[in-house]
């Protein structure tokens, strides 16, 4: 039996609208050799989410956005049906999140799986939220810098304020005087620098010749440490009388004295009086100066020819039986 041409334009066409009609639905979540549950969830705005998005669980694709519509009377408050496959234990707590899938802003819906014990069934409602969009993470972003911002400015508004009445025009002045008056001590302590060095260079031999009498009397006094020593020792048992003594009329005393040898030293300085007039003038480092030599032969002779200055007698009487 012949089939007629007819009959398979037919079959065939007839084929061809089922697979159109299948894959139109595959393209838009509907499969039709799976069992599928279908949930909703209602968002405020879905940021662009449209239908046939994937509807994602940890990044894996586990069905996809179906029908969106806006609920009546709702202020304007948007019904996305969300299509799961069965295998998928979704439960009752869940959240489905709007979330951009990529870079270019594509949208999708991913499932936060709650920790509840019942599951949901197919026709409920799950909890709902949104990622934040660019714009509101930005201002996120933006927000804790431009407080910080603020509060700068804030600061720096506040110092400048204070500097403006710290630094004001006697101040300035003030601080002018001041740096004129470091250059000017700055100069001064650079020509005394310069003076002490040309007296040092001026009077090399006179310090030399002081240094090197100095190094000798050192010597001898280092020759007769046993008698230094006494000397101590002695001033050691003067100063525990002192100690022993009455103090505060000792300190009272000790008082006026400094005062009196301050006037006296004001005097000196000044030029007035035999002192004043011997401190002021060279002549008396002349003279201390061959002083100081004439005791230092005094000294060699005494040590070289002690005879002459200590006559020693012998007193004693002849003993008689």
Same mark, same amino acid.
């Given at each position: 039996?012949? *089939?007629?041409?007819?009959?398979?334009?037919?079959?065939? =066409?007839?084929?061809?609208?089922?697979?159109?009609?299948?894959?139109?639905?595959?393209?838009?979540?509907?499969?039709?050799?799976?069992?599928?549950?279908?949930?909703?969830?209602?968002?405020?705005?879905?940021?662009?989410?449209?239908?046939?998005?994937?509807? @994602?669980?940890?990044?894996?694709?586990?069905?996809?956005?179906?029908? *969106?519509?806006?609920?009546?009377?709702?202020?304007?408050?948007?019904?996305?049906?969300?299509?799961?496959?069965?295998?998928?234990?979704?439960?009752?707590?869940?959240?489905?999140?709007?979330? &951009?899938?990529?870079?270019?802003?594509?949208?999708?819906? =991913?499932?936060?799986?709650? &920790?509840?014990?019942?599951?949901?069934?197919?026709?409920?409602?799950?909890?709902?939220?949104?990622?934040?969009?660019?714009?509101?993470?930005?201002?996120?972003?933006?927000?804790?810098?431009?407080?910080?911002?603020?509060? @700068?400015?804030?600061?720096?508004?506040?110092?400048?304020?204070?500097?403006?009445?710290?630094?004001?025009?006697?101040?300035?002045?003030?601080?002018?005087?001041?740096?004129?008056?470091?250059?000017?001590?700055?100069?001064?302590?650079?020509?005394?620098?310069?003076?002490?060095? =040309? @007296? !040092?260079?001026?009077?090399?031999?006179?310090?030399? +010749?002081?240094?090197?009498?100095?190094?000798?009397?050192?010597?001898?006094?280092?020759?007769?440490?046993?008698?230094?020593?006494?000397? *101590?020792?002695?001033?050691?048992?003067? +100063?525990?009388?002192?100690?022993? +003594?009455?103090? !505060?009329?000792?300190?009272?005393?000790?008082?006026?004295?400094?005062?009196?040898?301050?006037? *006296?030293?004001?005097?000196?300085?000044?030029?007035?009086?035999?002192?004043?007039?011997?401190?002021?003038?060279?002549? @008396?480092?002349?003279?201390?100066?061959?002083?100081?030599?004439?005791?230092?032969?005094?000294?060699?002779?005494?040590?070289?020819?002690?005879?002459?200055?200590?006559?020693?007698?012998?007193?004693?009487?002849?003993?008689?039986?």
């Amino acid at each position: 039996m012949k *089939i007629k041409k007819e009959v398979k334009i037919g079959v065939i =066409t007839t084929i061809a609208i089922a697979c159109f009609l299948y894959g139109f639905n595959f393209l838009k979540g509907k499969n039709f050799f799976s069992k599928q549950r279908t949930f909703y969830a209602v968002y405020n705005d879905i940021d662009g989410l449209v239908e046939a998005n994937p509807l @994602l669980l940890n990044g894996f694709k586990v069905g996809m956005v179906g029908k *969106i519509k806006i609920l009546p009377n709702t202020n304007g408050r948007i019904c996305v049906a969300l299509t799961v496959e069965n295998e998928v234990p979704v439960p009752y707590n869940s959240i489905a999140k709007v979330v &951009s899938s990529d870079l270019l802003g594509s949208k999708a819906v =991913t499932l936060l799986l709650g &920790s509840s014990p019942s599951l949901a069934k197919t026709g409920d409602t799950l909890l709902s939220s949104q990622e934040d969009n660019l714009k509101e993470a930005v201002n996120k972003t933006i927000a804790p810098l431009q407080a910080k911002a603020q509060s @700068l400015l804030a600061s720096l508004d506040s110092l400048m304020i204070v500097f403006k009445q710290v630094f004001n025009e006697n101040t300035q002045k003030n601080l002018a005087k001041s740096f004129e008056s470091i250059k000017g001590a700055i100069g001064s302590l650079e020509i005394t620098s310069f003076r002490l060095d =040309t @007296l !040092v260079k001026t009077e090399k031999v006179k310090i030399s +010749s002081i240094l090197t009498k100095i190094n000798k009397l050192a010597t001898t006094l280092a020759d007769n440490s046993d008698k230094l020593g006494n000397a *101590i020792n002695n001033f050691s048992n003067i +100063s525990d009388s002192i100690a022993k +003594s009455n103090l !505060v009329s000792a300190i009272n005393n000790a008082d006026v004295a400094l005062n009196q040898a301050s006037i *006296i030293m004001t005097k000196i300085n000044k030029g007035e009086g035999t002192m004043g007039m011997l401190v002021n003038n060279d002549s @008396l480092y002349k003279k201390l100066d061959k002083t100081s030599e004439d005791l230092d032969k005094l000294l060699k002779d005494v040590r070289l020819n002690p005879n002459r200055y200590i006559n020693i007698r012998n007193k004693r009487k002849p003993y008689k039986d």
